[in-house]
């Protein structure tokens, strides 16, 4: 812990000593491979067993004889055996390195495991954001029907303000675009999937000298855009098709000719931000296509995204009430999240798909490793701008561990094409 305060304090421009000491005491190689000596061990649930047969406390199973341990051959990363394979294993047993947390999250079997008393959770409520959804499958959640949707959403009252984890989002951001990836020079900004314009303010301050650009899927978003930040109306823009179309216009608002945006945009922007629309989108590919079309060379595209790397509490509450499910695309969903979500990826995934797209790899910072679903479960109804306050823990003291419930990542755009 005291080697992670002092990673995020040097990326916060801290000054302190504690890397000179810990180095001298450790060795000459102080940095996030320290925390991979301190936390790479592996990890088990439930604790070590002893022979000769154990009962699974989790799902009452008796443990194979020993020499029987397929099941550690199965679960251990890239199909290596450790020395912990001669320990009886279950067929839900986890074994998971915190260092490679991404790239096992893969390897959990998303099938449900043997029946338990502890599994038998009541059925979870549906999301409030259910009532706005057509009776259909996600994977018609497409096209006109997903801008029905918002559309409908936003001629309401759908995030028109900063409470619990969007305000330990914008916290969260506030210091990821300057500090980690110091992106505040960029001179023109495109906020893909823009809403009616909730980050504007945080853009207007870590983009300072930017000329801020809007698109979204949704027309009645823009519209309420365009009257609350009027200075902004004239470069708005909606999304068809998975592709920036033209300028959004209206018999009331017309376009500025002298900064209206013509149908072509490609290499214009020198960073595009996407906040919570990756999970969103029906063609991942087509999306992460279109944000790299739009990119300057050496551009940079920064996004949030719910995370699905193991390990955070969120995580582990699906695991034991069985509330993983699989999507049709091979990924998966929690579900009891807004029906819209089609996917939530791990940071290796997501990784992955920019990489495929044309960027470099990505750099993550990570949120919601505790303290977002606690507050959620426990204060956002009575207390809400307090709970946002907590949630903003998880990035400020773990954000460099990848157990979270949400990522932050940023990628560039190659300067030379490939």
């Known amino acids: 812990m005291k080697a992670l305060s002092a990673l995020n304090a040097a990326e ?68 290596a055996i450790s020395e912990e394979a001669q320990e009886p294993t279950f067929p839900h047993d986890r074994i998971v390195a915190t260092t490679q947390i991404a790239r096992r999250i893969p390897l959990i079997k998303l099938s449900n495991p043997p029946p338990s008393p502890i599994q038998a959770t009541p059925p979870q409520p549906p999301h409030p954001a259910a009532a706005d959804i057509p009776r259909m499958s996600t994977t018609t959640l497409s096209g006109s029907n997903l801008r029905a949707v918002y559309d409908k959403r936003y001629a309401g009252d759908y995030r028109e303000s900063l409470s619990g984890y969007e305000y330990a989002r914008f916290r969260a951001l506030g210091h990821f675009i300057p500090h980690v990836v110091k992106a505040s020079k960029a001179r023109r900004v495109l906020d893909y999937g823009c809403g009616s314009g909730l980050h504007i303010p945080l853009w207007e301050s870590v983009f300072p000298s930017a000329e801020l650009h809007f698109a979204d899927l949704s027309g009645k978003a823009i519209e309420k855009l365009r009257v609350k930040h009027p200075r902004h109306a004239a470069r708005t823009s909606l999304i068809e098709n998975d592709r920036l179309a033209a300028p959004f216009l209206t018999p009331a608002m017309p376009a500025c000719p002298t900064s209206a945006e013509t149908t072509d945009a490609a290499n214009s922007f020198d960073a595009i931000v996407s906040i919570e629309v990756m999970e969103h989108v029906e063609h991942l590919d087509r999306y992460l296509t279109e944000i790299h079309r739009l990119l300057a060379p050496g551009g940079i595209f920064i996004w949030t995204t719910p995370c699905a790397n193991a390990l955070s509490v969120e995580h582990l509450y699906n695991i034991v009430t069985r509330q993983i499910d699989p999507t049709p695309a091979g990924s998966r969903r929690w579900r009891w999240e807004d029906p819209t979500h089609l996917r939530r990826l791990t940071s290796a995934e997501a990784s992955a798909a920019c990489i495929a797209a044309g960027f470099e790899p990505p750099r993550f910072r990570f949120r919601a490793h505790f303290f977002s679903f606690v507050c959620t479960k426990l204060m956002m109804k009575h207390w809400p701008r307090a709970a946002g306050e907590v949630m903003r823990l998880d990035y400020e003291w773990f954000r460099r561990l990848p157990n979270g419930a949400s990522m932050i990542g940023a990628a560039r755009k190659p300067t030379v094409s490939p």
């Open 12 to 79: 916060d421009g801290s000054h302190v000593n504690f890397l000179q000491q810990e180095s001298s005491e450790r060795g000459p190689h102080l940095s996030e491979t320290l925390l991979d000596s301190n936390m790479g061990r592996r990890l088990r649930v439930p604790p070590p067993w002893s022979p000769p047969a154990q009962t699974c406390p989790v799902c009452g199973q008796i443990a194979p004889p020993s020499s029987q341990f397929a099941g550690s051959q199965e679960w251990a990363a890239d199909g």
